[in-house]
């Protein structure tokens, strides 16, 4: 049977948020856009549409925290990985209804999916402490990437998308900062 909401087809509410993570705080909108369940085409959140400028001041405060991060030791990259996977893990079956009421896929593929991207977050856990300093050379033109990019995906994020665009960057100890966004899908 289907849920009559999100909130009740979930075991805790808690990782189920409006707004956007902006800062060390949580950021409404003056707007928001709906997302809805493909099986029923009703509303089952409404998210924060956030604008130009709210998503400029996002890149910003990630660029400012990525100054004091670049220089964080290999070791303790590692934990904070291995502690956002076991979150991942921890709320799997919540995160995999999400994607289930959100996209219709099955609950169950949905859950494998959650599991491979906590997967990815492992695995650049455990080779983040490799990290020799060793640079394989190149033909082509060195460039040192030191910058801030932003990317939009849908309300909910595919998990594995998205573990494979922050991850490497935070375990690698990679010279840029990351903002993600939300965004309307495309009627």
Known sequence: MHPPSIEEALQGSSILHDKSFVGGEWVGSNSTFPVCDPATDKVIANVANLTIKDFTTAIEHAHT?????????????AKMLHAWAALIRQHAKDLGVILTMENGKTLAEAEAEVEYGASFITWFAEEVVRS????????????????????RSLWHYYPVEFSHRYDHAEACTCNCSRVYSSCQAAQ
């Open 65 to 77: 925290a990525f100054k004091a991060f670049k220089t964080t030791q290999e070791t303790a990259r």
């Open 132 to 151: 020799y300093g060793d640079v394989i050379p190149s033909r082509h033109l060195q460039h040192e990437y030191r910058y801030s990019s932003a990317y």
